[in-house]
């Protein structure tokens, strides 16, 4: 996820995102790992980082509960379930561990991207505290 992966309408009331080129299963937040590390300014995520996932997790929350009254998923939870589950420290752990296997990817494929230095200095705080993440 890049910002060149996103579209805008013209009045900026809509956004789209697209990214084909490598799918699969993860957590939903690495695609946050990615957008940061690649398009925004290790400078500003120096200082907003906290700021920027706890309006994340917020938005997230809220449409978790929207879809919160009915039966959302194939083992019957609901949305709300969901939302319960994902609190704050669940997705910044998650986050964490994006990060680490994002900096991982990049050291082997090449490393690039406007928040490149808040990237791998992040990476190197959390590195220590892996075995905790995993738990």
């Known amino acids: 996820m890049k910002n060149e992966n996103l579209l805008f ?3 900026n009331s809509r956004c ?3 990214d084909f080129q490598y799918t699969g299963r993860s957590y939903g937040v690495r695609d946050v790992v990615y957008l940061f590390a690649s398009s925004v300014d290790s400078a500003v995520l120096d200082s907003k ?8 997790h917020s938005q997230l929350q809220e449409r978790l509960l929207v879809i919160g009254g009915g039966s959302g998923a194939e083992d019957g939870s609901s949305g709300a379930d969901a939302a319960a589950r994902y609190h704050a420290g669940v997705m910044r752990r998650h986050f ?6 994002y ?11 406007s928040g490149l230095d808040w990237a791998v200095r992040r990476a190197r705080e959390v590195l220590p505290r892996v ?3 995993l738990r």
């Open 103 to 113: 900096v991982r990817f990049m050291a082997g494929w090449g490393m690039w991207g």
């Open 131 to 133: 075995q905790q993440l």
């Open 9 to 11: 309408s013209a009045d």
């Open 16 to 18: 789209a995102a697209y």
């Open 49 to 56: 980082e906290a700021e920027y996932l706890s309006y994340y």
């Open 96 to 101: 964490e561990l994006a990060l680490l296997d």
